[in-house]
């Protein structure tokens, strides 16, 4: 590789070089607010090294064509493209495909995606988003694996894994791409491409982590994001993009920009104009602009006046070559675009039922009150009602790559009806609507309630539109939007028995909801086949076992939340019930609705007391902690286990708890399991006072449970010694 790629950088001038620099998207699709006209006749001169949101076997063929049949040096392009959870067979979203905990369904989708994808001439995906997110308003909390370090760094292992697998060269494996570098899940008040200020340790300790398990992973790409850290927007950011991930990480792919944001560092107030921002970018260690045509436009002129090495661009340029030497492209750069495999891969059985799977496994039972759900075999009549329930446009989510949206996607009633078993009626009645501008509305209420009254069960599909998460979809409230919680507090007046059927991308406030109807079921947007899989788990075909990636509050007023918060030195408990001088609110508890981790199952599991191998390790020692779980109930199920650890005292204040492992085990009726987790003093480490990565010797406690928010077991102690 390196000595084809010499042999090809001597004969590429200037000009040819910054060429591969740049990444327009096609005009198919826009993924962002501007558009440039004219790409095609950009890839004939040669301007243009990579592509996005083009895709199918003929377009990227007839786009790679003007590359290696018009130009100079014939060098393909690279094709890229937003496949996030799924390609044409869509995933859950990947937040409640976190909320699986389930590594091998998480990997399973993302290879999926990249066989889809591959076969439509993609060669590059903008995923997995890494981004740790902690506050529900932001929109994007539902493209990314929640608010957890230990969870999302898991995820983001697999995510890449799935992606690229162990060979580039396969046609089936694409490049992934770690994104938003970083810290854009900090947004302060959860407004999207708002200002980030956290400090450094945050960022190490919390925001990193992920990006670094990706590095860790193979990636092969990483892309910056649209905010500022410290003051400094992030594809300008020397400190990111070349101190941490060059040269602390040794990080040897590639790094795109986010779209258009090295022209938004003069929004900024970070550069003067376009040709200073892209200066920023390349000097950063930026290596490819998105859409902002700097690079093709400006740096040029910014290599003859002295302000940008020639050394730097064929730092980038060669980046990118490889990248495209990895996957086979110069010895056939059509070799993705294969129409026999197009047609042979898309929307396979196996995919479908994959996504089936993966979408049951990413639902979560939050509440279950008399064992409401699984549907009793007596109910004869159901009422599906609410906005989601005969909707396909909401099942896949947003950013669902070619997903199509109005015909393939499995909707609720769809998914019930072909389920229900004979005997049963399932009849539908919109009632609500999810619009914003619906509050206060009331129309369609009495015919959803004079349904709900012949009927023996309610189940009210109600949430978010698709697109109320996502990019630029942040909110300020948490509430069911438009007039859906009037309905469904109709609907339990009524006194039958409701189900919340909870559709949504991020944590929503329904806690009117937790206190007034039985069970609550919260299925994300659960994909193409997200109809089935909902019947699966409604009908109990399928037992629950998603538990929450992220915490969802009583109110929006308690965000940013999450799990692994600091004590402070007035920690509510230390106060009297109501007492004043604590750290609290004056209008709802301190904990949350539902705590990182929760999840219900049709049935229970018990967990013995901690047993710990030691009660202290050295420096190269460990720590065996053990719990035996039983599953104490009726049914087969499976339990995501927990380790949560507190370091008692540090040389600055260290989390209440913080999750350094899992499993997820499946138990038989009456089954017990004794799991096990080894703890090292190097699994403790985080950001000392002095900015050094390590641990400290001092008292530990740790407890293994079902949730954050439950320690089932009284907490064991231990130590580590210098
Ligand atoms: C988003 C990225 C995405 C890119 C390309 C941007 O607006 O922030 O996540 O990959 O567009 O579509």
Redesign the pocket.
């Known amino acids: 590789m390196d000595a084809f790629i010499d042999a090809l950088m001597a004969k590429m001038t200037l000009q040819e070089k910054i060429g591969q620099l740049n990444l327009l998207?096609s005009d198919w699709e826009?993924?962002?607010p501007t558009m440039r006209s004219g790409y095609q006749d950009d890839i004939k001169a040669g301007r243009v090294g990579a592509i996005?949101?083009a895709y199918t076997a003929k377009y990227t063929r007839d786009l790679q064509r003007l590359a290696v049949e018009d130009t100079r040096l014939k060098i393909p392009l690279l094709f890229?493209?937003?496949v996030?959870h799924g390609h044409r067979t869509i995933f859950p979203i990947s937040l409640g495909e976190a909320a699986s905990w389930d590594m091998d369904a998480i990997e399973t989708s993302a290879r999926v995606s990249a066989e889809e994808a591959a076969a439509e001439g993609i060669h590059w995906t903008?995923?997995p988003?890494v981004d740790i997110a902690r506050d529900a308003r932001w929109g994007?909390v539902s493209?990314g694996a929640g608010e957890d370090v230990f969870l999302g760094s898991r995820i983001a292992r697999a995510r890449v894994h799935g992606y690229q697998g162990d060979d580039l060269a396969r046609t089936d494996t694409i490049l992934a791409?770690a994104?938003?570098f970083a810290a854009?899940g900090a947004a302060q008040a959860g407004r999207d491409y708002h200002t980030v200020d956290i400090s450094d340790r945050t960022l190490r300790d919390t925001y990193l982590p992920p990006f670094k398990a990706a590095v860790d992973a193979g990636v092969a790409s990483f892309?910056t994001?649209?905010n500022e850290v410290d003051g400094v927007p992030a594809s300008g950011n020397k400190y990111l993009l070349t101190d941490t991930l060059r040269d602390k990480w040794g990080f040897d792919g590639f790094v795109v920009t986010?779209?258009?944001?090295i022209a938004e560092m003069v929004p900024h107030g970070y550069a003067k104009d376009k040709a200073q921002a892209g200066e920023q970018a390349i000097n950063a260690g930026v290596d490819m602009d998105?859409?902002s045509a700097i690079f093709m436009d400006d740096l040029a002129k910014s290599v003859a006046e002295g302000r940008v090495s020639v050394a730097a661009i064929d730092r980038s340029v060669r980046r990118i070559l490889e990248a495209k030497y990895r996957l086979g492209l110069f010895e056939d750069p059509y070799r993705y675009a294969d129409e026999a495999r197009e047609k042979a891969t898309l929307y396979k059985p196996e995919y479908l039922e994959a996504a089936r799977d993966v979408a049951r496994k990413s639902m979560v039972l939050l509440k279950n009150e008399g064992n409401a759900l699984p549907l009793a075999a007596s109910a004869k009549s159901i009422a599906l009602i609410g906005p989601l329930g005969d909707s396909k446009a909401d099942m896949i989510g947003s950013?669902a790559a070619a997903g199509d949206r109005r015909t393939r996607p499995v909707s609720v009633l769809e998914g019930l009806k072909a389920r229900a078993p004979s005997g049963t009626s399932v009849t539908y009645a919109k009632g609500a609507s999810y619009e914003f501008e619906a509050a206060g509305k009331t129309d369609g209420f009495a015919e959803a309630l004079a349904l709900a009254r012949k009927s023996d069960v309610i189940i009210a599909a109600m949430g978010e539109k698709w697109d109320m998460t996502g990019?630029?979809a942040s909110r300020t409230s948490l509430d069911l939007p438009g007039n859906q919680e009037a309905l469904l507090r109709q609907l339990v007046a009524t006194g039958k028995p409701v189900v919340l059927l909870l559709m949504s991308g991020r944590p929503n406030s329904i806690g009117w909801a937790q206190d007034h109807v039985a069970a609550i079921l919260h299925a994300w947007y659960p994909g193409t086949m997200g109809g089935h899989a909902v019947a699966d788990v409604l009908f109990g075909d399928y037992n629950p076992s998603g538990k929450l990636p992220i915490t969802f509050p009583r109110n929006v007023g308690q965000e940013p939340i999450h799990y692994d918060m600091k004590h402070t030195g007035r920690p509510i408990e230390l106060g009297a019930p109501g007492a004043k001088y604590v750290s609290r609110y004056l209008d709802v508890p301190n904990s949350p609705l539902y705590p990182f981790g929760y999840g219900l199952s049709y049935t229970t599991f018990g967990y013995s007391p901690v047993s710990l191998s030691a009660s202290s390790m050295g420096r190269s020692g460990s720590i065996v902690a053990s719990a035996t779980v039983t599953n104490t109930g009726t049914r087969a199920g499976e339990e995501v286990v927990q380790l949560y650890v507190q370091d008692m005292v540090g040389s600055v204040t260290r989390p209440v708890q913080e999750l350094k492992g899992f499993e997820k085990i499946a138990l038989a009726p009456g089954e017990s399991r004794t799991v096990q987790f080894t703890v090292r003093p190097e699994d403790l480490a985080f950001t000392r006072a002095d900015m050094s990565f390590g641990w400290e010797p001092g008292e530990y406690r740790l407890w293994i449970a079902p949730s954050s928010g439950a320690k089932a077991s009284t907490p064991v102690e231990f130590t580590i010694t210098e």
């Open positions: 998207t826009s993924t962002g996005f949101n890229g493209y937003d996030i903008f995923s988003m994007r493209e791409t994104k938003h854009y892309m994001s649209f986010d779209y258009t944001s998105m859409q950013w990019e630029a």
